[in-house]
Protein backbone atom coordinates (compact mmCIF):
# COMPACT_ATOMS: atom_id res chain seq x y z
CA UNK A 1 0.00 0.00 0.00
CA UNK A 2 2.84 2.30 0.54
CA UNK A 3 5.93 2.83 -0.95
CA UNK A 4 8.24 2.96 1.96
CA UNK A 5 7.49 0.63 4.76
CA UNK A 6 5.48 2.64 7.23
CA UNK A 7 8.32 2.96 10.01
CA UNK A 8 10.75 4.30 7.46
CA UNK A 9 7.93 6.90 6.32
CA UNK A 10 7.05 7.70 9.71
CA UNK A 11 11.03 8.24 10.78
CA UNK A 12 11.18 10.13 6.91
CA UNK A 13 8.56 12.36 8.27
CA UNK A 14 10.60 13.22 11.50
CA UNK A 15 13.65 13.93 9.97
CA UNK A 16 12.16 16.23 7.08
CA UNK A 17 10.45 18.15 10.43
CA UNK A 18 13.91 18.62 11.76
CA UNK A 19 15.75 19.49 9.10
CA UNK A 20 13.27 22.00 8.26
CA UNK A 21 13.21 23.40 11.93
CA UNK A 22 17.34 23.28 11.31
CA UNK A 23 16.99 25.61 8.07
CA UNK A 24 14.87 27.79 9.51
CA UNK A 25 17.35 28.73 12.48
CA UNK A 26 20.51 28.80 9.76
CA UNK A 27 18.43 30.44 7.37
CA UNK A 28 17.06 33.64 9.96
CA UNK A 29 20.09 33.94 12.00
CA UNK A 30 23.00 31.41 11.39
CA UNK A 31 23.62 32.57 7.94
CA UNK A 32 25.14 36.05 7.94
CA UNK A 33 22.65 39.43 5.89
CA UNK A 34 23.97 39.68 1.79
CA UNK A 35 25.55 42.25 1.14
CA UNK A 36 23.78 43.50 -1.52
CA UNK A 37 19.91 42.13 -1.01
CA UNK A 38 20.84 42.47 2.77
CA UNK A 39 17.60 39.85 4.58
CA UNK A 40 15.70 39.74 0.83
CA UNK A 41 18.49 36.98 0.32
CA UNK A 42 17.61 34.86 3.24
CA UNK A 43 14.36 33.88 0.45
CA UNK A 44 17.03 31.90 -1.83
CA UNK A 45 17.34 29.43 1.37
CA UNK A 46 13.37 28.34 0.31
CA UNK A 47 13.33 29.39 -3.36
CA UNK A 48 16.27 27.85 -4.54
CA UNK A 49 15.34 24.35 -2.87
CA UNK A 50 11.93 24.66 -3.91
CA UNK A 51 12.52 24.96 -7.28
CA UNK A 52 15.15 22.27 -7.10
CA UNK A 53 12.50 19.77 -5.99
CA UNK A 54 9.80 20.81 -9.00
CA UNK A 55 12.22 19.86 -11.50
CA UNK A 56 13.15 16.56 -9.54
CA UNK A 57 9.15 15.86 -8.91
CA UNK A 58 8.56 16.46 -13.32
CA UNK A 59 11.84 14.28 -13.87
CA UNK A 60 10.31 11.32 -11.66
CA UNK A 61 6.67 12.05 -13.64
CA UNK A 62 8.40 11.02 -16.83
CA UNK A 63 10.35 8.42 -15.53
CA UNK A 64 7.57 6.97 -13.88
CA UNK A 65 5.03 7.77 -16.74
CA UNK A 66 8.01 5.82 -19.26
CA UNK A 67 7.95 3.03 -16.95
CA UNK A 68 4.27 2.48 -17.15
CA UNK A 69 4.32 2.80 -20.95
CA UNK A 70 7.51 0.37 -21.05
CA UNK A 71 5.31 -3.11 -21.28
CA UNK A 72 8.01 -4.94 -19.01
CA UNK A 73 7.69 -2.76 -15.82
CA UNK A 74 3.98 -1.96 -16.44
CA UNK A 75 2.44 -1.75 -12.83
CA UNK A 76 -0.18 1.04 -11.13
CA UNK A 77 2.98 1.68 -8.95
CA UNK A 78 4.06 3.95 -11.39
CA UNK A 79 1.16 5.77 -12.67
CA UNK A 80 0.36 6.51 -8.77
CA UNK A 81 4.22 7.39 -8.44
CA UNK A 82 3.69 9.56 -11.53
CA UNK A 83 0.65 11.44 -10.55
CA UNK A 84 1.55 12.19 -7.13
CA UNK A 85 4.57 13.49 -8.04
CA UNK A 86 3.64 15.71 -10.54
CA UNK A 87 1.11 17.40 -8.12
CA UNK A 88 4.32 17.84 -5.93
CA UNK A 89 5.99 19.51 -9.26
CA UNK A 90 3.05 21.66 -9.73
CA UNK A 91 2.76 22.79 -5.83
CA UNK A 92 6.73 23.08 -5.75
CA UNK A 93 6.33 25.12 -9.04
CA UNK A 94 4.02 27.41 -7.57
CA UNK A 95 5.70 28.12 -4.39
CA UNK A 96 8.79 28.80 -6.45
CA UNK A 97 7.47 30.91 -8.07
CA UNK A 98 5.58 32.73 -5.21
CA UNK A 99 8.73 33.11 -3.85
CA UNK A 100 10.58 34.44 -6.42
CA UNK A 101 7.88 36.91 -6.55
CA UNK A 102 8.11 38.34 -3.01
CA UNK A 103 12.22 38.38 -3.55
CA UNK A 104 12.06 39.94 -6.93
CA UNK A 105 10.05 42.86 -5.31
CA UNK A 106 12.23 44.39 -2.98
CA UNK A 107 15.43 43.28 -5.21
CA UNK A 108 14.45 43.79 -8.70
CA UNK A 109 11.98 46.25 -7.59
CA UNK A 110 8.75 44.42 -9.40
CA UNK A 111 6.65 41.78 -8.70
CA UNK A 112 7.44 39.67 -12.02
CA UNK A 113 10.71 40.33 -15.13
CA UNK A 114 10.59 38.66 -18.31
CA UNK A 115 13.43 36.91 -17.10
CA UNK A 116 14.19 33.81 -19.13
CA UNK A 117 13.76 31.81 -16.28
CA UNK A 118 10.42 32.95 -15.02
CA UNK A 119 9.13 32.33 -18.07
CA UNK A 120 10.08 28.99 -18.47
CA UNK A 121 9.20 28.29 -14.62
CA UNK A 122 5.41 30.22 -15.46
CA UNK A 123 5.20 27.57 -18.78
CA UNK A 124 6.02 24.45 -16.71
CA UNK A 125 3.32 25.44 -14.13
CA UNK A 126 0.79 25.40 -17.32
CA UNK A 127 1.98 22.65 -18.92
CA UNK A 128 1.30 20.23 -15.71
CA UNK A 129 -1.31 22.61 -14.54
CA UNK A 130 -2.82 21.31 -17.61
CA UNK A 131 -1.87 17.46 -16.71
CA UNK A 132 -3.47 17.31 -12.87
CA UNK A 133 -6.64 18.60 -14.73
CA UNK A 134 -6.63 15.39 -17.24
CA UNK A 135 -5.70 12.88 -14.13
CA UNK A 136 -8.96 14.01 -12.84
CA UNK A 137 -10.70 13.16 -15.49
CA UNK A 138 -12.55 9.51 -14.41
CA UNK A 139 -11.60 6.27 -16.16
CA UNK A 140 -11.03 2.96 -15.92
CA UNK A 141 -7.74 2.92 -13.94
CA UNK A 142 -5.78 1.19 -17.35
CA UNK A 143 -7.23 4.19 -19.52
CA UNK A 144 -6.49 7.08 -17.31
CA UNK A 145 -2.57 5.65 -15.91
CA UNK A 146 -2.33 5.10 -20.40
CA UNK A 147 -3.16 8.80 -21.14
CA UNK A 148 -1.87 10.16 -18.17
CA UNK A 149 1.33 8.81 -18.76
CA UNK A 150 1.24 9.99 -22.73
CA UNK A 151 -0.03 12.90 -21.50
CA UNK A 152 2.62 13.51 -19.31
CA UNK A 153 5.46 12.79 -21.85
CA UNK A 154 4.10 14.99 -23.90
CA UNK A 155 4.52 17.82 -21.69
CA UNK A 156 8.10 16.51 -20.83
CA UNK A 157 9.27 16.57 -24.27
CA UNK A 158 8.66 20.30 -24.47
CA UNK A 159 10.25 21.25 -21.33
CA UNK A 160 13.93 21.93 -22.97
CA UNK A 161 12.07 23.18 -26.04
CA UNK A 162 10.14 25.66 -24.31
CA UNK A 163 13.19 26.14 -22.01
CA UNK A 164 15.49 27.19 -25.12
CA UNK A 165 13.26 29.20 -26.98
CA UNK A 166 12.58 31.19 -24.00
CA UNK A 167 16.41 31.68 -23.03
CA UNK A 168 17.24 32.52 -26.35
CA UNK A 169 14.03 35.40 -27.02
CA UNK A 170 15.25 36.83 -23.91
CA UNK A 171 18.86 36.73 -24.49
CA UNK A 172 18.51 38.35 -27.87
CA UNK A 173 17.10 41.62 -26.31
CA UNK A 174 18.67 41.98 -22.76
CA UNK A 175 22.35 40.36 -21.29
CA UNK A 176 21.53 38.29 -18.08
CA UNK A 177 22.70 40.74 -15.47
CA UNK A 178 20.47 39.27 -12.13
CA UNK A 179 21.83 35.56 -12.10
CA UNK A 180 25.67 36.27 -12.69
CA UNK A 181 27.54 33.11 -12.53
CA UNK A 182 30.53 35.13 -11.29
CA UNK A 183 28.57 36.50 -8.16
CA UNK A 184 27.75 32.96 -7.28
CA UNK A 185 31.23 31.97 -6.64
CA UNK A 186 31.73 34.44 -3.91
CA UNK A 187 29.31 32.14 -1.54
CA UNK A 188 30.06 32.92 2.11
CA UNK A 189 30.23 29.67 3.53
CA UNK A 190 27.50 29.20 6.23
CA UNK A 191 24.97 30.41 3.23
CA UNK A 192 26.56 27.83 1.52
CA UNK A 193 25.69 25.51 3.92
CA UNK A 194 22.26 26.38 4.43
CA UNK A 195 21.10 26.71 0.78
CA UNK A 196 22.55 22.97 0.44
CA UNK A 197 20.85 22.39 3.77
CA UNK A 198 18.10 23.82 2.07
CA UNK A 199 18.35 21.32 -0.46
CA UNK A 200 18.79 18.43 1.93
CA UNK A 201 15.51 19.64 3.88
CA UNK A 202 12.98 19.89 0.90
CA UNK A 203 14.34 16.18 -0.78
CA UNK A 204 13.49 14.78 2.67
CA UNK A 205 10.19 16.16 3.08
CA UNK A 206 9.54 15.91 -1.32
CA UNK A 207 9.76 11.60 -0.67
CA UNK A 208 7.76 11.93 2.37
CA UNK A 209 4.96 13.83 0.95
CA UNK A 210 5.69 11.82 -2.39
CA UNK A 211 5.00 8.46 0.30
CA UNK A 212 2.12 10.39 1.91
CA UNK A 213 -0.09 11.25 -1.61
CA UNK A 214 0.77 7.78 -2.81
CA UNK A 215 -0.46 6.11 0.45
CA UNK A 216 -3.91 8.66 -0.32
CA UNK A 217 -4.17 7.82 -3.94
CA UNK A 218 -4.33 3.89 -3.16
CA UNK A 219 -7.02 4.42 -0.25
CA UNK A 220 -8.95 6.27 -3.16
CA UNK A 221 -8.99 3.46 -5.42
CA UNK A 222 -9.92 1.53 -3.11
CA UNK A 223 -12.81 3.41 -1.78
CA UNK A 224 -13.76 3.81 -5.40
CA UNK A 225 -13.88 -0.13 -5.68
CA UNK A 226 -15.87 -0.89 -2.35
CA UNK A 227 -18.38 1.92 -2.96
CA UNK A 228 -19.04 0.51 -6.73
CA UNK A 229 -19.48 -3.29 -4.79
CA UNK A 230 -21.71 -1.61 -2.46
CA UNK A 231 -23.94 0.08 -5.31
CA UNK A 232 -23.64 -3.38 -7.36
CA UNK A 233 -24.54 -5.60 -3.91
CA UNK A 234 -27.39 -2.86 -3.35
CA UNK A 235 -29.05 -3.23 -6.53
CA UNK A 236 -28.73 -7.14 -6.70
CA UNK A 237 -30.59 -7.34 -3.41
CA UNK A 238 -32.62 -5.60 -4.83
CA UNK A 239 -32.89 -2.30 -2.20
CA UNK A 240 -35.09 0.47 -3.28
CA UNK A 241 -32.00 3.06 -5.74
CA UNK A 242 -32.60 5.78 -3.51
CA UNK A 243 -28.87 7.53 -2.88
CA UNK A 244 -30.63 8.46 0.40
CA UNK A 245 -31.48 5.42 1.79
CA UNK A 246 -28.99 4.74 4.14
CA UNK A 247 -27.23 1.28 3.89
CA UNK A 248 -27.59 0.42 7.89
CA UNK A 249 -31.21 1.35 7.67
CA UNK A 250 -32.01 -1.10 5.28
CA UNK A 251 -30.66 -3.96 7.29
CA UNK B 1 -2.26 0.56 -49.61
CA UNK B 2 0.66 2.20 -47.90
CA UNK B 3 1.15 4.70 -44.98
CA UNK B 4 0.46 7.75 -47.27
CA UNK B 5 -2.38 6.44 -49.01
CA UNK B 6 -4.16 5.89 -46.26
CA UNK B 7 -3.18 9.23 -44.74
CA UNK B 8 -4.62 10.69 -47.62
CA UNK B 9 -8.02 8.71 -47.15
CA UNK B 10 -8.24 10.02 -44.08
CA UNK B 11 -7.68 13.80 -44.82
CA UNK B 12 -9.37 13.32 -47.63
CA UNK B 13 -12.54 12.41 -45.76
CA UNK B 14 -11.79 15.28 -43.28
CA UNK B 15 -11.60 17.96 -45.78
CA UNK B 16 -14.42 16.63 -47.67
CA UNK B 17 -17.09 17.05 -44.94
CA UNK B 18 -15.27 20.61 -44.48
CA UNK B 19 -16.28 21.52 -47.73
CA UNK B 20 -19.80 20.33 -47.52
CA UNK B 21 -19.87 21.65 -44.04
CA UNK B 22 -18.00 25.00 -44.39
CA UNK B 23 -17.62 25.15 -40.30
CA UNK B 24 -13.93 26.62 -41.53
CA UNK B 25 -14.76 29.52 -43.72
CA UNK B 26 -18.23 30.55 -41.98
CA UNK B 27 -17.17 30.18 -38.69
CA UNK B 28 -13.53 29.90 -37.73
CA UNK B 29 -13.02 32.43 -40.15
CA UNK B 30 -15.44 35.53 -39.46
CA UNK B 31 -14.14 34.20 -35.56
CA UNK B 32 -10.34 34.84 -36.50
CA UNK B 33 -11.40 38.32 -38.29
CA UNK B 34 -13.48 39.65 -35.60
CA UNK B 35 -10.36 38.80 -32.96
CA UNK B 36 -7.92 41.28 -35.36
CA UNK B 37 -10.72 43.64 -35.23
CA UNK B 38 -10.48 43.69 -31.40
CA UNK B 39 -6.93 44.14 -31.29
CA UNK B 40 -7.14 47.12 -32.86
CA UNK B 41 -9.97 48.23 -30.68
CA UNK B 42 -7.63 47.38 -27.55
CA UNK B 43 -4.52 48.69 -29.25
CA UNK B 44 -5.02 52.24 -30.74
CA UNK B 45 -4.07 51.83 -34.10
CA UNK B 46 -3.43 55.40 -34.71
CA UNK B 47 0.06 54.99 -32.74
CA UNK B 48 1.72 52.43 -35.12
CA UNK B 49 1.31 49.74 -31.93
CA UNK B 50 -0.43 47.56 -34.31
CA UNK B 51 1.58 47.66 -37.07
CA UNK B 52 4.53 46.78 -34.63
CA UNK B 53 3.38 43.76 -32.87
CA UNK B 54 1.61 42.78 -35.99
CA UNK B 55 3.32 39.26 -36.44
CA UNK B 56 2.57 37.96 -32.64
CA UNK B 57 -0.91 39.07 -32.66
CA UNK B 58 -1.61 37.12 -36.09
CA UNK B 59 0.26 34.16 -34.62
CA UNK B 60 -2.40 34.73 -31.20
CA UNK B 61 -5.69 34.61 -33.42
CA UNK B 62 -4.23 31.38 -35.18
CA UNK B 63 -3.86 30.00 -32.14
CA UNK B 64 -7.23 30.43 -30.85
CA UNK B 65 -8.27 29.78 -34.22
CA UNK B 66 -6.68 26.41 -33.63
CA UNK B 67 -7.84 25.41 -30.83
CA UNK B 68 -11.83 25.90 -32.88
CA UNK B 69 -10.84 23.74 -35.89
CA UNK B 70 -8.99 20.97 -33.18
CA UNK B 71 -12.56 20.54 -31.75
CA UNK B 72 -13.99 20.39 -34.59
CA UNK B 73 -11.67 17.75 -36.19
CA UNK B 74 -12.49 15.62 -32.65
CA UNK B 75 -16.21 16.46 -32.85
CA UNK B 76 -16.62 15.15 -36.24
CA UNK B 77 -15.13 11.50 -35.19
CA UNK B 78 -17.80 12.14 -31.44
CA UNK B 79 -20.94 12.06 -33.96
CA UNK B 80 -22.99 9.21 -35.50
CA UNK B 81 -20.16 6.55 -33.60
CA UNK B 82 -17.72 7.45 -36.15
CA UNK B 83 -14.78 6.82 -33.77
CA UNK B 84 -15.64 3.38 -33.97
CA UNK B 85 -15.96 2.90 -37.68
CA UNK B 86 -12.32 4.14 -37.91
CA UNK B 87 -11.26 1.95 -35.53
CA UNK B 88 -13.01 -0.92 -37.73
CA UNK B 89 -11.56 0.66 -40.89
CA UNK B 90 -8.25 -1.24 -40.25
CA UNK B 91 -6.58 1.76 -41.10
CA UNK B 92 -3.27 1.57 -39.64
CA UNK B 93 -3.79 4.18 -36.55
CA UNK B 94 -0.45 5.86 -37.41
CA UNK B 95 -1.39 6.89 -40.29
CA UNK B 96 -5.32 8.29 -39.53
CA UNK B 97 -3.05 10.22 -36.99
CA UNK B 98 -1.24 12.11 -40.14
CA UNK B 99 -4.90 12.32 -42.16
CA UNK B 100 -6.13 14.44 -39.19
CA UNK B 101 -3.27 16.29 -38.66
CA UNK B 102 -2.73 17.28 -42.28
CA UNK B 103 -6.42 17.92 -42.78
CA UNK B 104 -5.88 20.28 -39.90
CA UNK B 105 -3.27 21.74 -40.94
CA UNK B 106 -4.54 22.78 -44.73
CA UNK B 107 -7.48 24.31 -43.22
CA UNK B 108 -5.31 26.69 -40.79
CA UNK B 109 -2.80 27.33 -44.28
CA UNK B 110 -6.28 28.28 -45.72
CA UNK B 111 -6.81 30.51 -42.46
CA UNK B 112 -3.29 31.85 -42.29
CA UNK B 113 -3.58 32.87 -45.66
CA UNK B 114 -6.48 34.87 -45.69
CA UNK B 115 -6.21 36.29 -41.88
CA UNK B 116 -2.50 37.06 -43.06
CA UNK B 117 -4.58 39.53 -45.90
CA UNK B 118 -6.27 40.74 -43.32
CA UNK B 119 -3.24 41.78 -40.74
CA UNK B 120 -1.70 43.70 -43.98
CA UNK B 121 -4.59 45.87 -44.98
CA UNK B 122 -6.36 45.86 -41.33
CA UNK B 123 -2.73 46.79 -39.38
CA UNK B 124 -0.98 48.61 -43.27
CA UNK B 125 2.03 45.63 -42.85
CA UNK B 126 3.54 45.04 -45.95
CA UNK B 127 4.44 41.22 -46.30
CA UNK B 128 8.51 40.71 -47.19
CA UNK B 129 10.17 38.10 -47.81
CA UNK B 130 7.35 36.01 -48.85
CA UNK B 131 9.10 32.58 -48.80
CA UNK B 132 10.47 33.15 -45.23
CA UNK B 133 6.97 33.83 -44.15
CA UNK B 134 5.48 30.78 -45.89
CA UNK B 135 8.24 28.26 -44.82
CA UNK B 136 7.52 29.75 -41.20
CA UNK B 137 3.83 29.09 -41.70
CA UNK B 138 3.88 25.91 -42.88
CA UNK B 139 6.69 24.49 -40.21
CA UNK B 140 4.40 25.98 -37.31
CA UNK B 141 1.23 25.10 -38.89
CA UNK B 142 2.55 21.15 -39.23
CA UNK B 143 3.68 21.36 -35.27
CA UNK B 144 0.00 22.80 -34.24
CA UNK B 145 -1.71 20.69 -36.13
CA UNK B 146 0.23 17.86 -34.77
CA UNK B 147 -0.38 18.91 -31.07
CA UNK B 148 -3.56 19.30 -31.65
CA UNK B 149 -4.54 16.64 -33.22
CA UNK B 150 -2.46 14.25 -30.65
CA UNK B 151 -4.37 16.65 -27.59
CA UNK B 152 -7.88 16.34 -29.60
CA UNK B 153 -7.70 12.21 -29.02
CA UNK B 154 -6.50 12.31 -25.93
CA UNK B 155 -9.11 14.93 -24.45
CA UNK B 156 -12.17 12.67 -26.88
CA UNK B 157 -10.70 9.24 -25.33
CA UNK B 158 -11.18 10.29 -21.82
CA UNK B 159 -14.63 11.47 -22.50
CA UNK B 160 -13.77 15.08 -20.91
CA UNK B 161 -15.29 18.05 -21.63
CA UNK B 162 -13.43 19.77 -24.11
CA UNK B 163 -12.29 22.64 -21.78
CA UNK B 164 -9.83 20.69 -21.51
CA UNK B 165 -7.65 21.28 -24.88
CA UNK B 166 -7.11 24.98 -24.26
CA UNK B 167 -5.29 24.48 -21.12
CA UNK B 168 -3.54 21.30 -22.74
CA UNK B 169 -2.35 22.54 -25.78
CA UNK B 170 -1.63 26.31 -25.36
CA UNK B 171 1.41 25.92 -22.43
CA UNK B 172 2.48 23.20 -25.37
CA UNK B 173 2.52 25.04 -28.18
CA UNK B 174 3.84 28.21 -26.79
CA UNK B 175 7.39 27.74 -28.36
CA UNK B 176 5.57 27.75 -31.34
CA UNK B 177 3.72 30.94 -30.72
CA UNK B 178 7.32 32.54 -29.87
CA UNK B 179 9.09 31.34 -32.95
CA UNK B 180 6.59 31.89 -35.19
CA UNK B 181 6.33 35.29 -34.33
CA UNK B 182 10.09 35.70 -34.21
CA UNK B 183 10.52 34.54 -37.55
CA UNK B 184 8.18 36.71 -39.10
CA UNK B 185 9.10 39.95 -37.29
CA UNK B 186 12.41 39.25 -38.71
CA UNK B 187 10.83 38.46 -42.44
CA UNK B 188 8.94 41.78 -41.91
CA UNK B 189 11.64 43.69 -40.35
CA UNK B 190 13.85 42.84 -43.62
CA UNK B 191 16.15 40.77 -42.04
CA UNK B 192 14.92 36.96 -43.04
CA UNK B 193 18.48 35.66 -41.93
CA UNK B 194 17.67 36.31 -38.31
CA UNK B 195 14.94 34.26 -38.55
CA UNK B 196 16.78 30.97 -39.91
CA UNK B 197 17.26 29.94 -36.28
CA UNK B 198 13.52 29.95 -35.18
CA UNK B 199 12.62 28.47 -38.13
CA UNK B 200 15.06 25.93 -36.99
CA UNK B 201 12.86 25.78 -33.43
CA UNK B 202 9.87 24.99 -35.60
CA UNK B 203 11.15 22.63 -37.57
CA UNK B 204 12.28 20.66 -34.54
CA UNK B 205 9.31 20.60 -32.55
CA UNK B 206 7.26 19.54 -35.63
CA UNK B 207 9.09 16.59 -36.12
CA UNK B 208 9.07 15.94 -32.56
CA UNK B 209 5.47 15.96 -32.19
CA UNK B 210 4.84 14.24 -35.23
CA UNK B 211 6.88 11.12 -34.26
CA UNK B 212 5.15 11.33 -31.07
CA UNK B 213 1.62 11.22 -32.80
CA UNK B 214 2.74 8.15 -35.11
CA UNK B 215 3.19 6.46 -31.72
CA UNK B 216 0.93 6.89 -29.11
CA UNK B 217 -2.63 7.51 -31.43
CA UNK B 218 -2.79 4.04 -31.86
CA UNK B 219 -3.50 2.96 -28.22
CA UNK B 220 -5.26 6.34 -27.48
CA UNK B 221 -7.78 5.53 -30.34
CA UNK B 222 -7.87 1.96 -28.97
CA UNK B 223 -9.68 3.04 -25.62
CA UNK B 224 -11.44 6.12 -27.25
Given at each position: MTLLKPSVGKALGWASLGALVVLALFGLWGAPPDRVQSDA??????????????????????VGSALWLWKRTRSPVWD????????????????????????????????????????????????YLGYLALRRVPGTPEARARRSAIAALIAFADVPIVHFSVTWWRTLHQKATVFDPELKAHI????????????????????YLLDRRYRLECLEEGFEERELQRAIDERVSGAPNDPRVEVGAAR | MNLAQEAGLVAGKDLRIEARSRVTVQQILPFGLVVLLLFAFA??????????????????????????????????????????????????????????????????????????AGVAILFDVSLGSIGVLLLTAVLATAGIAATGTLYGVLVASSGARETLVPVLLLPVVSPVLLGATRAWEAAIDGVPSDAWAWVGVLAIF???????GTLAFGPLLEEA
Open positions: QRLMYLHVPAAWIAYLAFIVTARVAGASAELGVLFTGLTLLLGSLWGRPVWGVWWAWDARLVTTAVLFFLHGVMAFTLWWGVLAFTLLYV | LDPDRGVLRRVAPGLFWVTVLLAALLAVSRSSSVEAENGARDGLRLSGLDPAAIFLGKAAAIAVELLVLEALLAAVLYTAI
